[in-house]
């Protein structure tokens, strides 16, 4: 069973920027599409950003494009997001998943981590 730890969430002000990080101790996942995805009280998870095994495709959802970018450093087995120009509306719990699909579908991926939440205020 592969874990993911997501750590780097907290409480901002909007206009703020805070980086998350995933990593999956004890294994490797080099070779597994990593995706973002974020759920905000009383919302359905959505899509937030995923980058391919190489690192050299990414793909954001329309709503943080062009404020959050996605990396991985496959050599320490990390994915992070970094979030800028926050907004209130970022609130959301934020999952990190692993898969061998590119796709934005959460189906698409096969492995989640248990959350990290971010909460940005006005």
């Known amino acids: 069973q592969v874990q993911l730890v997501e750590s780097g969430g907290g409480l901002v002000q909007a206009g703020g920027s805070l980086r998350l990080s995933c990593a999956a101790p004890g294994r490797t996942f080099s070779s597994s599409v990593m995706g973002w995805f974020r759920q905000a009280p009383g919302k359905e998870r959505e899509f937030v950003a995923m980058?391919?095994?190489?690192?050299?495709?990414?793909t954001y959802g329309d709503s943080v494009k062009g404020r959050f970018t996605v990396s991985r450093d496959n050599a320490k087995n990390t994915v992070d997001l970094q979030m800028d120009s926050l907004k209130p509306e970022d609130t959301a719990v934020y999952y990190c998943?692993?898969?061998?699909?590119?796709?934005?579908?959460?189906?698409?991926?096969?492995?989640w981590g248990q959350g990290t939440h971010v909460t940005v205020s006005s």
């Open positions: 980058i391919s095994p190489g690192g050299t495709r990414t």
């Open positions: 998943a692993a898969g061998q699909i590119y796709g934005t579908n959460q189906g698409s991926f096969d492995y």
